[in-house]
């Protein structure tokens, strides 16, 4: 039984940019998978029902609909002016021969990454509602700091699971072009504010898009790796089979998935000695996956290099996203100019990470905003220059901006994943956080203090970037080891070897 062809000339499965050598979908014919299911990697599995069809183009349209409103609480800023985890011994569970695991996940759900997505999208209507009714500034502070903090959480996991439905080709996609959700709210922003002077409405005004987010609870998939973790394979299976009726695939037996899932888990727990954490609670959980993101001289210079990173590259986005009035410009053209610019940016993005790579790409932008930002000042009191030169600088670190956040994501573990990318989003709060003390309180008294910071800033993430792998041609890691060889010529070479192409019949299988 073989599977549709997944480079024909017609239909959903045609892409735009032709894969670069080594980046290839791994998609698997029935007879491929016909005794060697315990050899299956979660990427083969995933690419049985296609990884570039109708269902993947449809998941990732969701998500960034429903992302454009992001921008409109973070970068508003210019027109507005504990208890210990545990869980309970249940006697009676134990009398009924409940493994610690299954007990553990009776007491705590951990909540997988679409139940989490769906709290939190309920936490930020509740809160920008509370915000529009706020009668005192303290009120109003609090209201937006828990809805900071909801509104990020969304948005990470959202990227986190969008990386884990999707192929290693597209993740170039979802890296650059996918993010042009944020430049759209950006211009936006003007909008509003232009015709709402209204506080309060004008908060109110930025809720409404963010409705289309409950369409979330009926349309968005979780994550599969997740569940497999989880060992919730009958979900699996039921989500699999959805996506290869969608992208009009065909599947071998139920029998034949669950021996691969059980198989791929088996490899996971077995790599990542899961079993030795099962009755450990879900504080030392926590806080063992943490340890993971320094358990080894290369993931500890990694783990710190990607935060500094994240921190600089906020601190500059920021910085320069709002500087509109140090440098005299309508910070409403500004505003809508600067997501025009970034939305140019991404484009642009889309082609340079998926034949050049990550790390390439990181490098040329940062140097792009070395120059344009601390140039800016040899260009005197002319308002025009400095407007441009100030926009082609946004246009560097706005794609600096996207490609720290897929490279932190594709050098970590499934298990680790979400918790890096979390802790990286920290980072780039405190970046945010004090990047407007350099506009507000330097700018005004010394007005060429703040480009020559940020620019002195991109020099150090430029020499930081060089440290780390190219990821362009790896897999997503689901064990240590995995994470160790990225950007190794020990990565190309099995990327090579696991994947072949049969130019007659156009599929993609393992060899």
């Keep these: 039984m073989a599977l549709k062809n997944e480079t024909s000339s017609s239909g959903p499965e045609r892409t735009k940019f032709p894969k670069a050598p080594g980046d290839k979908d791994v998609h698997s014919t029935s007879e491929d998978v016909e005794g060697k299911e315990e050899d299956y990697t979660f990427e083969d599995f995933w690419g049985l029902a296609g990884t570039r069809g109708l269902w993947n183009y449809a998941t990732m349209i969701l998500l960034h609909i429903g ?37 553990i996940d009776f007491a705590i759900p951990r909540f997988g990454k679409r139940r989490f997505v769906l709290v939190c999208y309920l936490m930020v209507y509740s809160l920008a509602l509370l915000t529009a009714a706020s009668t005192t500034i303290e009120m109003y502070l609090v209201c937006q700091f828990f809805l900071s903090i909801f509104r990020y959480a969304s948005s990470v996991t959202e990227f986190v699971l969008l990386l884990e439905i999707s192929s290693n080709s597209l993740r170039s996609y979802i890296g650059s072009a996918g993010s042009i959700h944020w430049p759209l709210g950006q211009m936006l922003i003007p909008a509003f504010s232009y015709y709402i002077t209204e506080w309060k409405w004008l908060q109110i005004a930025y809720i409404v898009p963010y409705l289309y987010c409950i369409t979330y609870y009926w349309t968005l998939p979780e994550s599969p790796r997740w569940l497999i973790l989880r060992g919730r394979y009958s979900e699996v299976i039921k989500l699999l089979k959805k996506i290869a009726r969608w992208n009009k695939r065909e599947l071998p037996s139920d029998e034949k998935l669950l021996k691969m899932l059980k198989n791929i888990n088996l490899k996971v727990e077995e790599n990542q000695h899961a079993q030795k954490n099962i009755s450990k609670n879900l504080v030392t959980r926590a806080f063992d996956q943490l340890k993971e ?67 390439i790409s990181l490098i040329l932008c940062i140097i792009m905003c070395a120059v344009c930002i601390p140039g800016s000042l040899a260009v005197g009191d002319s308002t025009v220059w400095k407007t441009t030169l100030s926009l082609a600088g946004k246009f560097a670190i706005s794609n600096c901006f996207c490609v720290v956040y897929l490279m932190a994501a594709e050098i970590n573990t499934t298990k680790s994943r979400t ?37 002195v800033l991109s020099c ?37 070897d696991c994947v072949g192409v049969n130019e007659n019949e156009g599929i993609s299988h393992v060899a």
């Design 293 to 359: 993101l320094f358990n080894s001289k290369t993931r500890a210079r990694r783990t710190i290099v990607m935060l500094l990173c994240w921190y600089a590259t906020a601190f500059v986005y920021y910085g320069i996203s709002l500087i509109s009035i140090n440098i005299g410009s309508n910070m409403y053209w500004y505003m809508f100019f600067g997501g025009l610019v970034e939305i140019a940016a991404l484009i642009l993005l889309w082609p340079m990470i998926h034949y050049w790579g990550r790390r």
């Design 460 to 496: 150090v993430v430029a020499m930081l970037a060089f440290t780390l792998p190219e990821t362009r041609k790896s897999i997503l890691p689901e064990s240590h080891n995995d994470v160790e060889i990225i950007g190794s010529s020990t990565t190309n070479k099995e990327t090579k």
């Design 419 to 455: 918790l890096a990318m979390g802790l990286g989003s920290i980072a780039a709060r405190l970046g945010s956080i004090s990047s407007p003390y350099v506009n507000d309180l330097l700018g005004v008294t010394h007005p060429m203090t703040p480009p020559m910071i940020f620019g």
């Design 67 to 103: 992302s454009i409103p992001s921008a409109l609480y973070v970068l508003s800023y210019q027109f507005l002016g504990a208890t210990p985890d545990y869980w309970c011994h249940i006697q009676e569970l134990h009398d009924a021969h409940w493994t610690p695991q299954q007990i």
